[in-house]
Structure formats: C-alpha cells, structure tokens
C-alpha cells in the first residue's frame, strides 16, 4: 500500500500493539504528528519536556513489561531525550524513540535545529538508525522493536529525516526480522547448567544474588520455585526489589552500599554465589577483592558481556534465566535442603543482630516511617516509583515489595528527575494500580512541570515528597567524607508545594505529623488527582547501613553518632 | 595482569556507521587502538577490520564480547595463528642514493613504485615488525614522509 513515511510510522506503532505514545512535537517531526492527528489507533500523551516523554514511555515499560514508545523533534527534542535514553540503556529496559531530524539535504550544513542525533546516542541506546531511504522505513521500524525488547533489552533510536517522512513509498510492514549478525542466545549450555547444579549440591553456603535481569525476564517465580526447592536464601540487588516477595522467609534483604547487614555478610561469607541477571554493579560489590571472597560464582546472563566483566565467575552460563531455571530446576530434583540448614541459622543471627530498622521520633516524622506506612497501608496493590537519592534508598529498604514490577526507579544512571514522569508512564500501564512516586526536596523539582502533564490527562500520581530541605544524599556524604561542609546541598529555600501544585490543576498537602501523612493518603487515594505531598522529615537523617565508597562489603557503617 | 597485543577482526555489516561504533566502542570504555584497518569483503554485504590493540587479558575478553555484542557484528576473532602483514609508503628525495634505496626495498620484499622530478616513492608489505625495521633503515637517507597501512591479518 502506498502511504508516505510519517503514516508508516503510524502503521507500524498500531502493528506493534503500541497504545500509548509519550513526546513532544516540533519542526523536524510535525508530518508524523499530523498523522498521529489523524488516527486513533494509539493515544498521544503531551509531557511538557522531552526528558520526561522518555522516562514515561519508560515507566511504561517497566511497569507493563511492553515496549515503551517515545516521540521527539531534532535537535533540542533530541537532545532533551538523551538523558532518557541513557536512563534505560543502564537499567536494560525495552523502547523505542523516534526522532526527527532535518531533511536529507540539510544532513551536514549545520541546519536549525539539526545535530547529529545517531552520534550523540550511540553509547547511550542498544541500537540505533538514521533512516537514510523511505524503502528502508518498514524494515527498520520492525527490527527496532525487535532489538528493544529481545536479547538483553535496551532502548532502540530511530531518527527519521523530515522529507522522509513526506516520502511516499510501499508500506508492507514485515512480519519477522532477519537480522543475521544479532541472534541472542536464549538457551544456555546444557552442560554448564549440569555442572552448576553438582557446585550447588557439593555448596555448604549457598547465595542466589538476584538482580534486574530476573524482572527483565519475567523468570520471579522460577526463582522463587529454586530457593524454594534448595531452601537457598537470596538477597535482592537494588533492580530486582519484589522478586522473592517482602514475607519471604528466605529473602535477606537488598544488599550493597545501603545493603542491610544479613544480606551484606551472607554475600561475605557465601560459598557458592548463584547470580541470576545481575551485573557486579560497584554500588552492589564494594571493594571487588574483598567481595565473595570465599565463594565459586555461578553466573546466568544474556549479555555475554556481563560475565567476568569485574568479578571471575567459575560457572559462566550464557541465557534466559526463564529458561536456564526451568532446566536447572530438573537437576536440582534431588537436592538435600538439609545441607544449608545450618548456613541459614547463621544468616537469621545476622538478621536479628542488626535488622533493617530506624529509631521512631514522636518529635518529627521519620522518612522511614512514611515509606512503611505506605507499605502498611498499600502493600503490593501500589506502584512505587522513586527518583534518586536518600528517599529512594530508603524506599528499597523499607518498602514491603510483594512482586516484580511493583518498584521502578533508575538504579544505574541514578536520575533525579525520574520518578514522576516514570509514575505517569506506570500509570497509563497499570491504571488499576496506584501509583506513588517516592521522592526528595531535590528530585522533583526535576520534572516538576509533569504536573501539568498529569492534570490534563487526569493521570492521579501521588508524588510523596520526603522533604529534609537538603540534597540529602550528598549532605550525607559531606557529613560523613566532607567534614559537614555542606557545600551546595541545604535547599532551605523551597516552593510552596501546595500553591504548585494546585496552580497546575492538581492538589497539594503539608503534612508535618503521623495523623496528617495518614488522612493526606487517604484524601489523596479518593480525589484520583495528581498531587504533591510535602512530607517535612527529620532533617539530617542519614540512610544506613552504609558501606563507604570503594570499601569492603562487611565494613558497614551501622550507625552514626552526631 | 600482564599487557599483551593482541590483532583482532571482526567482520561486520557494510553500512555507514559501523566503524563509529567500533571506534566508539574502544574510545568510550578506554580500550587502546594501535592500529585499525577496514575495507569491504568481496562478493559480500560484509566488511573485515582489524584492529591491533593492547591490554591485559580481561580487557581483551572485554573488547571482543564488547564487539560481538554490536549489532552488526557478525562475528569477531581473536587472531592467535595467523598470517599478519602490514604496507608502508616512504617518500624519498630524489638526490637519495637511488640503488640503496632499492636494495633496501630488495630486503624487505619491496620496490620503488614511483618516481617524481624531485622524489621517489618506495613501497614494502611484510610483517609489522619488519616495517618497522625497514623505517628505521631508511632513516639515513632522510624520508620526506612516512605512511603506514595499519595490519590485515588472515588466521591460519
């Protein structure tokens, strides 16, 4: 059928089951939003920033587990979406940016609003493409969902040249990809997963150290299947909150420089690591030498590349975990769960030693308290969403996550500015769920202006400001590393969150004590309206443990003396 | 660990901007380049580079899984037995001793291929280390220019 490029893009959104598109028009992509005007396969959310379009067709994905679909103009447009982008490529999360860029012709003169969108992103997407023909469109727009969302999932940049999207052409829009340089491998080598069942059945002291790769793969409930049948405990990476499930009884917890002090020893003191879809983050290991010092590692990763990047694993299995588990469970069939018996007691010492807990105030709310009566009063039926820095520290710990999927924030960009437009995105996933985005007196102000966004398409996400008038996070290095200078980071001067709010066509409350948080929550549940809720916390509360940078897993700072 | 060399191909689709990548790849995760050659495989949408680069095994390990992982990367080798030859372009004066020069050429399997009023170019393909060599070799006769091809390797 002959259409013109911007109406192939349309085509091919709707092929793709896309129902929701977030961006943001201007010059170089105007064709494809007159055809967006036109049709009504999709729906078109207007972020008021292009930064925030992407992080909510993040969101999206993350929440839903779908390709997430964001849509830019060149230059600014572009430039804007980088940081979304690169937020997604470190936390491995499927989507699709379209881009335009200025006509063909102009490719290379320095043209209004033109940069080069392909060289800036190249380290920032899993792939990307400069639609260089209109014949080459279809093609392209089918591989760059299919590179997204397969393999190890990533962000996929299609930068499409305006005349290109006047252009008309024969749209057959592919049913397969052939793609014969990109086949990632989902199996995993049988005789390795042999092997690695005898190291787990010859283990004294076993650990599954779970990571993002679990929910990117959907493979929670193989996990659980497996620390079930070994009685194996496991300790949860930052990415891979809600996988075993809060009540667990063999989940120790997250570990890692805000890692609880059970889940930190235990990957101390492991004989065996068992990782499932994590990568060795430097947030995770501390001192390299000193992390798992006295254990074999088993490693099952799709990306190749994320095997014996940092740590040298002895059991290097190549695959979907999915699928990996399922063989894995089979020879694991006549595991001896006694074996651990006397490894798990040692672990529940630890835990009751130094449990993840904080020192209640009557005087002033505690952040810790917010984020557990939350968790009180929501439990799994809430997405939570958070931005970067103390609160969400706080909110991995303390938050009861039930299932994957249920906590989203970026763990390895660490961007501020994340949580609400992210919230949005989840939202529009998942409208049956209740979204709170847990969040600081710095992160928000970020995208802020996604209250507008939120008003108009009435997407009612609870932004709980946990509010310390600090940049917490850095205050808390300055006072530990910084001799209390507190360069740059007391942010007592702050907006009226309320008057800001509600300025936007949302509502805002102040809330000061445990009976306002409690009545604020409920108010903000029944009127299903964006809100902000300016949560005044304990000012110089730090979050703990604490393993100082470049330090050794077991050396935690448990708490801190003022 | 110990720093090796380390000559690796890596075949890959022909299009505009596949050795962006590579290169991109090497300058964004601070891998070393000595030397980078590309140029189409006939009779095919493919393109062979060769890359000559240093770093400890574990960077190596990392530079081909990193390679592999591009997506129009086909496949990557990481030569161990190979047949490695590299091409040098040496302009001389012409008032150099011309029957030196071709002797020299002679012993590197090379020749003069090219004669100006006021210069001569010779030119000699062999093994990396006997370019070298032979740049050294020439320098007594005062070379106006240097230029070397970088090294295509073809595994055994």
């Known amino acids: 059928m002959q259409m013109n490029g911007a109406q192939m893009v349309c085509e091919a959104l709707i092929a793709e089951g896309v129902k929701t598109v977030f961006g943001y028009p201007g010059g170089a992509i105007m064709n494809v939003y007159d055809e967006i005007y036109k049709q009504d396969g999709f729906e078109h959310i207007l972020n008021r920033h292009e930064q925030a379009s992407v992080h909510a067709a993040d969101g999206y994905a993350r929440a839903t587990g779908k390709v997430g ?31 335009g860029q200025v006509p063909l012709s102009l490719i290379g003169t320095d043209g209004f609003q033109e940069i080069d969108a392909v060289g800036i992103s190249r380290p920032c997407t899993k792939h990307n493409y400069l639609v260089s023909s209109i014949e080459d469109l279809p093609r392209i727009l089918k591989e760059a969902f299919h590179i997204a969302a397969s393999g190890r999932p990533g962000p996929v940049l299609v930068d499409i040249p305006k005349d290109i999207t006047a252009e008309f052409g024969d749209f057959i829009y592919p049913s397969e990809v052939h793609i014969p340089t990109y086949k990632p491998n ?9 092997k690695a069942s ?12 779970l990571g993002g790769g679990v929910v990117l793969s959907d493979a929670s409930d193989f996990v659980k299947e497996l620390a079930n049948l070994c009685q194996i405990p496991a300790v949860e990476t930052l990415m891979a909150r809600g996988v075993m499930g809060a009540k667990n009884p063999l989940l120790l917890g997250m570990l890692g420089m805000h890692g609880n002090y059970a889940s930190n020893m235990a990957m101390s003191e492991t004989d065996l690591v068992i990782s499932l879809g994590a990568r060795f983050d430097d947030r995770v290991t501390g001192k390299l030498s000193e992390f798992a ?18 740590v040298d694993v002895d059991y290097p299995i190549v695959g979907d975990i999915t699928t990996v588990l399922k063989k894995l469970l089979v020879y694991l ?3 001896d769960t006694t074996r651990y018996q006397a490894w798990r007691e040692v672990l529940t010492r630890y835990d009751n030693l130094h449990p993840q807990s904080f020192k209640d105030s009557d005087e002033v709310l505690m952040p810790q308290w917010v984020i557990e009566r939350v968790g009180e009063l929501l439990g799994e039926d809430a997405i939570i969403t958070s931005d970067v820095g103390q609160h969400q520290m706080w909110a991995a710990q303390h938050y009861p996550f039930d299932r994957p999927r249920q906590w989203i924030n970026s763990g390895g960009l660490g961007t501020m500015g994340f949580g609400f437009p992210a919230a949005i995105g989840a939202k529009r996933g998942c409208p049956e769920k209740t979204v709170i985005n847990i969040t600081g007196d710095g992160s928000i102000l970020m995208n802020m202006q996604e209250l507008v966004t939120a008003s108009e398409y009435k997407i009612p996400v609870i932004n709980i400001i946990l509010n310390n008038h600090y940049l917490g996070m850095v205050r808390q290095w300055q006072t530990f590393f910084y001799d209390k200078r507190y360069s740059e980071t007391d942010l007592s001067y702050q907006p009226n969150y309320k008057a800001l709010a509600e300025s936007c066509g949302g509502i805002g409350y ?12 409920k108010d903000a549940i029944d009127q299903d309206k964006v809100c902000f809720m300016n949560v005044t916390v304990s000012r110089l509360e730090n979050v703990l443990p604490m393993v100082p940078s470049g330090g050794a897993l077991y050396n935690m700072l448990l708490d801190h003396k003022e | 660990m110990q720093k090796v060399r380390r000559v690796i191909s890596a075949i890959v689709m022909n299009e505009s901007s596949v050795l962006a990548r590579v290169s991109g790849l090497f300058a964004g995760r601070g891998y070393n380049i000595d030397s980078l050659t590309v140029a189409p495989v006939p009779g095919s949408e493919m393109s062979h580079i060769t890359i000559v680069t240093n770093g400890n095994q574990k960077v190596i390990e990392q530079i081909t899984k990193q390679l592999n992982k591009l997506i129009p990367t086909l496949k990557v080798i990481e030569h161990e037995e190979m047949v490695e030859k590299e091409m040098v372009l ?5 008032d150099a001793p011309l029957s030196d020069i071709q002797a020299l050429c002679d012993a590197y399997n090379g020749g003069i291929v090219n004669v100006g009023v006021d210069m001569v170019i010779a030119m000699v393909a062999d093994e990396p280390v006997r370019i070298m060599h032979f740049i050294e070799a020439t320098q007594r006769y005062k070379p106006i220019e240097v230029v070397r091809g970088g090294v295509v390797a073809i595994e055994r």
Not at chain 1, 293 to 310: E, T, W
Not at chain 1, 510 to 521: H, I, M, N, R, S
Not at chain 2, 90 to 94: A, M, S
């Open chain 1, 333 to 335: 069939e006549d595991v």
């Open chain 1, 510 to 521: 102040d809330v000061t004590t445990k009976e306002e948080f409690d009545k604020a929550l």
């Open chain 1, 198 to 209: 005898e190291a787990i059945k010859k283990a004294k002291k076993p650990l599954l150290y």
């Open chain 1, 293 to 310: 010092k006295y254990a074999d590692i088993i490693h099952v990763d799709i990306d190749p590349a994320n095997i014996s990047k940092l």
């Open chain 1, 186 to 194: 989902y199996k995993g080598n049988d005789r390795q997963i042999k």
């Open chain 2, 90 to 94: 040496v302009k001389f004066p012409i």
């Open chain 1, 69 to 99: 679909v964001a849509m830019v103009t060149s230059g600014p447009g572009f430039t804007n979406a980088v940081t979304g982008l690169a937020t997604a490529y470190m936390d491995s999360i499927p989507m699709v940016v379209i881009s």
